[in-house]
C-alpha cells in the first residue's frame, strides 16, 4: 500500500522544491459576520495556524516576502504558491478577489496559488475568473468541508450540508480547477463505521488533492468548553494511524494526501497532545504500510 505524496507531487509538476506561504489578505467569514452564522465553528481557532509574519497590516507582497526570507535560507532555489489561507478567501468583491490573487501572482519565484474557502461562497461569476486563472498558472481551490455527515455539520455550526459541499466540488472541478478539501477525523459522536462511510462518499467526488487532520480541541473554542464540562476519549497517536490507514485505503490511488495531523502551537492545544509534526506521523504511517 502507498499513496501519493503532495510535496513529491509538486516537485514533479514543476522540477524543484515548492513550498507553500501563507497569507492572511484581511478576509472574514460568512459564519461569523451574520451572513451565514455567529461565533464561527465550534472547533475554530484561526490564531493557531497563522505564522507570526502572516498579518492582514501587511500587504499581501510583503507576507509573501517575509515568508520567502525564511524558507530561501536552507533552500535559495526553491519556488513557491501562496496559499489563502486564514478564514474565507473568496468572501468578497470579485474586483477585491482578482486583486489580491493578482498581487500574490506578480511576486517574483511564486508559481502558483492556493485559496482556501467555503463551499458556500463560492459564485458562478468568481468560478468563471478562476477557471481562466487556472488555465494560466497553478491554482487549487482547497475546501473546508470538514465531515461528510449533516448531523456533525450541525453540530459544530459549519453553517453549510455536505450537499452544498459537493456541489461547489463538483462545479469547481467541471470547469478544470484542480480542488481540494480539508477533513476533521475523531469528532466523538462519528464512530470508525461512520469515518469509513465517509471515505467511500469522498472517493466518489473529483479531488485532486486532500488534508486529513485529528480532532484538535483548542484552547478559547466552544468546543473546549464543550470538552471542559463532558470530556470524551481522544485517538492516540497509533488508533489514529489506524484510523487513517483505513481510510485512506478506500481512496483512490492516484490523490495526493498533502497531510495527516495539524499542527497547532501547543500553548493552544487542549487535546491531543502527541507532539507530532506531520512528517513524523507520515514516518508512522508509512512505517504500518510497510507491515501491511
Request: hydrophobic share 40%; proline share 5%.
Amino acid at each position: 500500500m502507498e499513496y501519493r505524496e503532495f510535496g513529491s507531487w509538486l516537485q514533479g509538476r514543476f522540477g524543484c522544491k515548492v513550498q507553500k506561504i501563507s497569507v492572511n489578505a484581511g478576509f472574514t467569514c460568512p459564519n461569523r459576520d451574520g451572513t451565514v452564522g455567529w461565533g464561527g465553528c465550534t472547533f475554530c481557532n484561526n490564531q493557531t495556524f497563522n505564522p507570526a509574519y502572516c498579518t492582514p497590516s501587511k500587504s499581501v507582497s510583503r507576507q509573501i516576502e517575509e515568508g520567502k526570507a525564511f524558507f530561501s535560507r536552507k533552500y535559495p532555489d526553491m519556488k513557491y504558491l501562496a496559499y489563502f489561507q486564514a478564514y474565507t478567501n473568496t468572501y468578497g468583491s470579485l474586483g477585491h478577489l482578482r486583486s489580491v490573487y493578482e498581487e500574490a501572482l506578480g511576486v517574483e519565484d511564486v508559481v502558483g496559488i492556493v485559496i482556501g474557502t467555503r463551499p458556500d461562497c463560492m459564485p458562478p461569476d468568481l468560478l468563471q475568473y478562476l477557471a481562466d486563472l487556472s488555465s494560466r498558472t497553478f491554482l487549487i481551490v482547497e475546501y473546508g468541508v470538514e465531515s461528510a455527515s449533516e448531523d456533525t455539520l450541525l453540530r459544530i455550526n459549519r453553517g453549510h450540508t455536505f450537499a452544498v459541499s459537493a456541489d461547489a466540488i463538483c462545479r469547481t472541478a467541471e470547469k478544470g480547477i484542480m480542488v481540494g478539501a480539508h477533513l476533521i477525523l475523531g469528532f466523538p459522536w462519528e464512530g470508525r463505521a461512520e469515518l469509513m462511510r465517509q471515505a467511500k462518499v469522498i472517493a466518489g467526488l473529483p479531488f485532486t488533492t486532500l488534508k486529513l487532520h485529528q480532532l484538535q480541541i483548542i484552547r478559547g473554542t466552544r468546543l473546549a468548553e464543550e470538552y471542559a464540562s463532558h470530556p470524551w476519549h481522544v485517538f492516540t497517536a497509533e488508533e489514529y494511524a489506524d484510523i487513517v490507514l483505513e481510510y485512506i485505503s478506500y481512496l483512490p490511488p492516484n490523490l495526493v494526501l498533502e497531510r495527516f495531523v495539524s499542527q497547532s502551537p501547543p500553548e493552544y492545544v487542549v487535546a491531543p497532545r502527541w507532539g507530532l509534526k506531520n512528517h513524523e506521523f507520515a514516518d508512522i504511517i508509512r512505517r504500518k504500510m510497510r507491515l501491511l
